[in-house]
């Protein structure tokens, strides 16, 4: 049971942070833009490079603090202390955000971003975790206390059920070196993370498709790739303190497939009933139905290549048990 | 002035060699050590005698034993770590010695005790053992005491297991010599020295809702002299006092310690580095010294709004926070330690650098423990750190400084001016030149 996942080394540029010496200061680099300038001067352009190195610095900072919470040695339990001081920190940086209006925007994006990725094919599988990061972080302005899930039993794992998040999610972030802003907050758009889902142990069926249904169609490719690194989410945290407790939950169906199938006659299957021949009024079976998603026409259900394929391999198993 | 007496080192080095606690005992004689591979390795004070007269109390290997083995936890499927987290001497009460060690989950006490001398002449065995035939015995001799190679043999008398759900990282004995407290991250148990399924739980902290959990237990000891009283101290800098009269859950402090923040130096890594790595009570009982990451405070135990005073031990790490925090560097644990007068301080740093501090004159010290400056009778020259830009010489440069070399542990003899600091896989003792 041990917890593995992807990891890409995230590099993050020494030279980028922090300079020597540079003692970071909370009222450091606050300066408010200069409002309506015609022309951009040189003290608001040195401001904005100010404010704008403070925002990358603590995006690194949020970045390295959410790295490090991944990055349990999962051979020993990990240290409690730590891990709460990191939280903390995490919590700081995110209580900063939301007050300079950095959080909002972030989180606007993001559901933007994600509305297009929902449907996209190749990011099924990362969207949807999104998705469940999105919605709580729009729900919430104040940011939730970080969960430090301890080292101890069932109280946890009730934490964890509770909040219908999947625990074994890993996630890691590539920090692409950041682009000129373009806006008042650099650290937005700089950074393109790159997620790798371990598991969807305990996937929310009914989240996905009511975001499916609302937001698809909106919002263009290209804002995909614009994604902020979501680790401010308090989501991503649950998630990252999940960790903590080892769960291998039994890999669940591809969530396309169980829709399609929720109101089949289980009976079907039944050899007994194969055998003794067909009905005379056929119920609307599952070889019906996969019928009505054969390759000729387009799927009115899911777009997602991997399902059809699933599909194509059910029919096949169907035609046998069938015998036609 | 102080001089190297002693260097105890592993002749190769590997992980589990890492020093990981060190204490002196009530009376100076023995020094103890735990390492990460769960072993304690005891020194024995030499006695100064007329045959060896540049001896001068020398500490050499008393006894070695494997106090905790490596375990796994199968519910969770990790492993507990047998690395010895603290090391407390029990008060003397006959000939053998006593000390409990601990890991991350089970606290066990160890008796050492020595023979140096056989019993000879039975008068029912002969000296290989086998028994004497009855009838061949015609007179009674009594059996003489004749001295033998010195064996010490260390055995575990009580195992204080299953008490811990988090990681232990402190164990103090009370003054009473018959309880003493063991501390996790959330919580606090007193335990009867004589009893091993059962401990009260007298501190709580964790929260209903793990989420909600902000701030852990970093250290704890008792009182020196007020078997009622102790302390505990956070991750968010603050001290607890707490009086075990007062309720039987002591969750409500009788005197809580907190200095205000200096709010033009806060950034993001002000709660990481007000977290509170260790707590020491004077000797006097009068006082009691926090260390957390840059400084050591001195607290007057009637005062609690601040400390009266605070001694700054790397200061020069203040710009170089975030590096220390990428590399982890700056959740470091450090201890701290008084010396027998309560006088003077000490505590480690990097590059294999340590600091004293003297309470009466101010004047502070940095001393190096390296295998170049530490021969024996070789006399330890200060250092210094150079912070400005002007490097003088012999002054090392904050960039040189090696963060792995750290001296975290190290111990100040209760009597005389006698110190021993860890080095990783090494022990160097020091003592004051007399002349």
Same mark, same amino acid.
């Not at chain 1, 074994?168 to 790798?196: H, I, K, R």
């Not at chain 2, 402190?170 to 309880?179: A, L, Q, Y």
């Not at chain 2, 007020?226 to 409500?252: E, H, P, W």
């Given at each position: 049971?041990?917890?593995?996942?992807?990891?890409?080394?995230c590099?993050?540029?020494?030279?980028k942070?922090?300079p020597?010496g540079t003692k970071?200061?909370?009222?450091?680099s606050?300066?408010e833009p200069v409002?309506g300038?015609e !022309?951009?001067?040189q003290s608001?352009?040195?401001a904005?490079r100010?404010l704008?190195?403070?925002?990358?610095?603590?995006? +690194?900072?949020?970045?390295?603090s959410?790295?490090?919470?991944q990055?349990?040695h999962?051979?020993?339990?990990?240290n409690l202390c730590?891990?709460?001081l990191?939280?903390?920190?995490?919590r700081?940086?995110?209580?900063?955000m939301?007050q300079?209006?950095?959080w909002?925007?972030?989180t606007?994006?993001l559901s933007a971003?994600? &509305?297009? &990725?929902?449907c996209s094919?190749d990011r099924?599988?990362?969207?949807?975790?999104?998705?469940?990061?999105?919605e709580?972080?729009?729900?919430?302005q104040?940011?939730k206390?970080?969960p430090?899930v301890?080292?101890?039993?069932?109280?946890?794992?009730?934490v964890l059920?509770?909040e219908?998040?999947a625990?074994e999610?890993?996630?890691?972030?590539s920090?692409?070196s950041?682009q000129?802003?373009?806006s008042?907050l650099?650290?937005?758009?700089?950074m393109?993370?790159?997620?790798?889902e371990?598991e969807?142990?305990?996937d !929310?069926d009914?989240?996905?498709?009511?975001e !499916?249904?609302e937001e698809c169609?909106s919002?263009?490719?290209?804002?995909?790739?614009?994604?902020? +690194?979501?680790?401010?989410?308090t989501?991503?945290a649950?998630?990252?303190f999940g960790?903590?407790?080892i769960k291998?939950?039994?890999p669940?169906?591809d969530?396309?497939?169980e829709?399609l199938f929720?109101?089949v006659?289980?009976?079907?299957y !039944?050899?007994d009933?194969?055998?003794?021949g067909?009905?005379?009024v056929p119920?609307?079976?599952?070889y019906?139905?996969l019928?009505s998603? +054969?390759?000729?026409?387009? +799927?009115?259900l899911?777009?997602s290549?991997?399902?059809?394929?699933?599909?194509?391999?059910?029919?096949h198993?169907m035609e046998?048990?069938?015998g036609? | 002035?102080?001089e190297?007496?002693s260097?105890?080192?592993?002749?190769s080095?590997n992980q589990?060699d890492?020093?990981s606690?060190v204490?002196?005992n009530y009376?100076? @004689?023995?020094?103890?050590t735990?390492?990460?591979?769960g072993? #304690?390795?005891i020194?024995?004070?030499?006695?100064e005698?007329k045959n060896?007269?540049?001896s001068r109390?020398?500490?050499?290997?008393y006894?070695?034993?494997?106090?905790h083995e490596?375990?796994?936890?199968?519910?969770?499927?990790?492993?507990i770590?047998?690395?010895i987290n603290k090391?407390r001497w029990l008060?003397?009460?006959?000939?053998a010695?006593?000390l409990?060690?601990?890991?991350?989950k089970?606290?066990?006490?160890w008796?050492?005790s020595?023979?140096?001398?056989?019993a000879e002449?039975?008068n029912l065995k002969d000296?290989d053992g086998r028994l004497?035939?009855?009838?061949?015995?015609t007179?009674l001799r009594v059996?003489?005491?004749?001295?033998?190679d010195?064996? #010490?043999?260390a055995s575990?008398?009580?195992?204080f297991?299953?008490?811990?759900?988090y990681?232990i990282?402190?164990i103090?004995?009370?003054?009473?010599h018959?309880?003493?407290?063991?501390?996790?991250?959330l919580? %606090?148990?007193l335990?009867?020295?004589?009893i091993?399924?059962?401990?009260?739980?007298i %501190?709580?902290i964790?929260?209903a809702n793990?989420?909600e959990?902000?701030?852990v237990i970093?250290?704890?000891?008792c009182?020196p002299?007020?078997?009622n009283?102790? %302390?505990?101290?956070s991750?968010?800098?603050t001290?607890r006092?707490?009086?075990?009269r007062?309720?039987a859950?002591?969750?409500?402090q009788s005197?809580?310690? @907190?200095?205000p923040?200096?709010?033009?130096?806060r950034s993001?890594f002000?709660?990481i580095?007000?977290s509170?790595?260790?707590v020491?009570f004077s000797h006097s009982?009068?006082?009691m010294m926090t260390r957390d990451?840059l400084?050591v405070?001195?607290?007057d135990l009637n005062m609690e709004?601040r400390? #009266?005073?605070t001694?700054?031990v790397? @200061?020069?790490?203040?710009s170089k926070?975030?590096?220390?925090?990428?590399n982890?560097?700056i959740?470091?644990?450090f201890?701290?330690?008084?010396?027998?007068?309560?006088?003077?301080?000490?505590?480690?740093s990097y590059?294999?650098?340590?600091?004293m501090?003297?309470?009466?004159t101010r004047r502070?010290?940095?001393?190096?423990?390296s295998?170049?400056n530490s021969k024996?009778r070789?006399?330890?020259k200060?250092r210094?750190v150079?912070?400005?830009?002007?490097?003088k010489k012999?002054e090392i440069?904050?960039?040189?400084?090696?963060f792995n070399?750290?001296?975290l542990?190290?111990?100040w003899?209760?009597k005389?001016n #006698?110190i021993?600091v860890?080095a990783t896989?090494?022990l160097y003792i020091f003592?004051d030149?007399?002349?």
């Amino acid at each position: 049971m041990r917890y593995s996942y992807q990891r890409r080394t995230c590099a993050i540029p020494r030279a980028k942070m922090f300079p020597k010496g540079t003692k970071r200061k909370f009222s450091d680099s606050r300066e408010e833009p200069v409002a309506g300038g015609e !022309d951009v001067n040189q003290s608001s352009l040195a401001a904005v490079r100010m404010l704008s190195s403070y925002s990358l610095q603590r995006q +690194s900072l949020l970045d390295m603090s959410l790295i490090k919470l991944q990055l349990c040695h999962m051979l020993v339990e990990p240290n409690l202390c730590r891990s709460v001081l990191i939280a903390n920190t995490v919590r700081q940086i995110q209580e900063e955000m939301t007050q300079d209006g950095t959080w909002q925007i972030m989180t606007q994006a993001l559901s933007a971003a994600n &509305a297009a &990725a929902q449907c996209s094919a190749d990011r099924l599988v990362a969207t949807e975790v999104l998705c469940r990061q999105t919605e709580a972080a729009q729900g919430e302005q104040v940011p939730k206390p970080f969960p430090v899930v301890g080292s101890e039993g069932c109280p946890a794992k009730e934490v964890l059920e509770e909040e219908a998040a999947a625990a074994e999610v890993g996630m890691t972030m590539s920090t692409v070196s950041p682009q000129a802003p373009t806006s008042y907050l650099p650290g937005t758009f700089g950074m393109d993370p790159c997620w790798e889902e371990e598991e969807t142990g305990e996937d !929310d069926d009914d989240e996905e498709e009511e975001e !499916d249904s609302e937001e698809c169609g909106s919002g263009s490719e290209g804002e995909e790739r614009e994604r902020d +690194s979501l680790v401010e989410d308090t989501r991503t945290a649950e998630q990252v303190f999940g960790t903590f407790e080892i769960k291998n939950p039994a890999p669940s169906p591809d969530p396309a497939l169980e829709e399609l199938f929720s109101d089949v006659d289980a009976s079907y299957y !039944d050899l007994d009933t194969v055998l003794t021949g067909m009905q005379s009024v056929p119920k609307m079976g599952p070889y019906d139905l996969l019928e009505s998603l +054969s390759s000729h026409g387009p +799927s009115p259900l899911s777009s997602s290549t991997s399902c059809r394929s699933d599909l194509n391999e059910l029919d096949h198993i169907m035609e046998i048990i069938v015998g036609s | 002035m102080a001089e190297c007496i002693s260097l105890m080192s592993a002749s190769s080095f590997n992980q589990a060699d890492i020093i990981s606690t060190v204490e002196f005992n009530y009376s100076g @004689e023995l020094l103890a050590t735990g390492d990460k591979g769960g072993r #304690v390795v005891i020194f024995q004070r030499e006695q100064e005698s007329k045959n060896r007269p540049h001896s001068r109390g020398e500490y050499n290997v008393y006894s070695t034993f494997q106090s905790h083995e490596p375990e796994f936890d199968y519910l969770k499927s990790l492993e507990i770590e047998e690395k010895i987290n603290k090391i407390r001497w029990l008060p003397q009460q006959n000939a053998a010695h006593s000390l409990l060690s601990t890991n991350d989950k089970t606290i066990k006490l160890w008796k050492i005790s020595q023979r140096d001398k056989r019993a000879e002449g039975y008068n029912l065995k002969d000296e290989d053992g086998r028994l004497r035939d009855p009838f061949r015995i015609t007179s009674l001799r009594v059996p003489v005491l004749l001295p033998m190679d010195r064996m #010490v043999e260390a055995s575990p008398r009580r195992i204080f297991a299953n008490a811990h759900t988090y990681h232990i990282n402190s164990i103090s004995v009370n003054s009473d010599h018959e309880t003493y407290l063991s501390a996790d991250d959330l919580r %606090v148990n007193l335990w009867h020295l004589e009893i091993t399924d059962r401990s009260f739980n007298i %501190v709580d902290i964790k929260p209903a809702n793990m989420e909600e959990l902000t701030e852990v237990i970093t250290a704890a000891e008792c009182h020196p002299h007020q078997c009622n009283v102790f %302390v505990y101290s956070s991750s968010k800098g603050t001290i607890r006092l707490c009086d075990m009269r007062a309720a039987a859950l002591c969750d409500r402090q009788s005197k809580f310690f @907190e200095e205000p923040e200096d709010p033009s130096s806060r950034s993001f890594f002000s709660e990481i580095i007000s977290s509170i790595s260790d707590v020491k009570f004077s000797h006097s009982g009068r006082y009691m010294m926090t260390r957390d990451y840059l400084s050591v405070k001195v607290w007057d135990l009637n005062m609690e709004n601040r400390p #009266v005073e605070t001694y700054q031990v790397h @200061e020069y790490l203040r710009s170089k926070l975030c590096s220390l925090y990428e590399n982890d560097c700056i959740f470091d644990k450090f201890e701290c330690c008084w010396n027998g007068a309560d006088s003077a301080i000490m505590t480690g740093s990097y590059n294999n650098f340590f600091r004293m501090f003297d309470r009466n004159t101010r004047r502070d010290i940095t001393l190096e423990a390296s295998r170049e400056n530490s021969k024996p009778r070789a006399i330890l020259k200060a250092r210094k750190v150079s912070t400005g830009g002007k490097r003088k010489k012999d002054e090392i440069s904050v960039d040189s400084l090696d963060f792995n070399k750290k001296i975290l542990h190290t111990a100040w003899h209760p009597k005389e001016n #006698v110190i021993a600091v860890a080095a990783t896989n090494n022990l160097y003792i020091f003592q004051d030149k007399i002349n």
